[in-house]
């Protein structure tokens, strides 16, 4: 049950002036928001909010969710959607398009860096007409024959250099529709037979073949504004943290991959993750992510990572700010037009 927060701070600050938003993102309950999650949210004052399967029913409901969202904050915030297309697809027929997933597609189209590029556009200007303006995509795991089922068939290759150029093509059509890209599960979740749902992936692979390999499409597209860490223990760097709760591995991140951008972390609700939600939360932030994401909107879970959470200041909120900086308004675009040409790339 959602009850007000007694201990936040509240949207204005006794003079009037807006409080800055709270570094993390956060889910809701269901299709609607109900009085007491709109209390809620206006008072915990996220920089973002998520939204998946159980918040969707019909493009009318969502857009008015959406606006819900933004209404509780004051302000234009950043909606996030997991929407890849095929294993991972939020937005479903009848009311969506529906894909195959992304690695099958890739090996299946002629000039597949354009079709990935129209796959995205099409995604996006879906998103965008029902408010959501941040996917988290393009995901740059290298697959390998190690790679746990629920990353395989989502992976663009098995090659890094593939990877990267079907990463672009993703984030250069979703941006041309005025969608965010994410890149994820930063530095590279393709190495492990485990799901970090459930468990705490370790990956024992050297550095200089990390560097080679896993790393290498995510320093190619350093420049994008966001990323989402990998939970998962890297040995060659850090033996008992996972990336997420890990300084040497974001170090690794900023120093060593390049990308300066905006880092959040996967859910902290995964299971990867041990310990109170506030030590989660608290752990991140003291290893350098930007910002905490809560997915699966139980107001206990949130209690406890907001008490951990500051309102965004210093690099973060630079890194924020430019990120949105980014999110401009799509290009017109001819869906039946693009269509066809994808039809066309399908089957040459």
Not at 35 to 49: D, T, V
Request: aromatic share 6%; hydrophobic share 45%.
């Amino acid at each position: 049950m959602f009850r007000p927060i007694g201990t936040w701070h509240a949207l204005h600050s006794g003079n009037g002036a807006i409080m800055a938003a709270r570094a993390c993102i956060l889910g809701c309950s269901g299709p609607y928001l109900t009085a007491a999650e709109k209390a809620y949210f206006r008072a915990a004052n996220p920089w973002g909010f998520i939204v998946f399967a159980r918040n969707i029913e019909t493009p009318d409901q969502l857009r008015a969710l959406t606006g819900e969202l933004r209404e509780t904050v004051g302000r234009d915030a950043p909606i996030l959607i997991d929407q890849e297309g095929g294993r991972v697809q939020r937005l479903r027929a009848p009311h969506w398009q529906e894909w195959t997933p992304a690695l099958e597609f890739v090996a299946s189209v002629k000039g597949s860096a354009r079709a990935m590029e129209l796959r995205f556009q099409l995604i996006a200007q879906e998103l965008r007409d029902v408010g959501i303006d941040v996917n988290c995509a393009p995901m740059l795991d290298v697959a390998t024959d190690a790679s746990h089922e629920i990353i395989l068939n989502r992976c663009y290759g098995r090659d890094a250099d593939q990877v990267a150029k079907m990463g672009r093509a993703v984030a250069d059509g979703m941006l041309a529709q005025g969608v965010l890209p994410i890149i994820k599960h930063i530095p590279g979740h393709g190495r492990t037979p485990l799901d970090s749902h459930y468990d705490l992936p370790r990956v024992d692979t050297p550095l200089a073949e990390l560097r080679r390999s896993d790393f290498a499409p995510f320093a190619a597209l350093a420049d994008l504004p966001m990323a989402m860490t990998a939970h998962i223990i890297y040995s060659a760097i850090d033996a008992d943290k996972c990336a997420t709760l890990s300084a040497p591995v974001i170090q690794t991140i900023r120093d060593d991959i390049g990308f300066d951008g905006l880092l959040m972390t996967d859910d902290l609700s995964m299971k990867a993750l041990g310990g109170s939600f506030g030590s989660r939360a608290e752990q991140s932030l003291a290893a350098g992510c930007d910002m905490l994401l809560h997915c699966n909107g139980l107001p206990l879970e949130m209690d406890a990572v907001l008490a951990a959470t500051p309102e965004l200041n210093g690099k973060a909120l630079a890194r924020a700010d430019r990120a949105l900086a980014q999110r401009l308004p799509p290009a017109p675009m001819d869906r039946a037009a693009a269509l066809a040409e994808l039809e066309s790339l399908t089957h040459a």
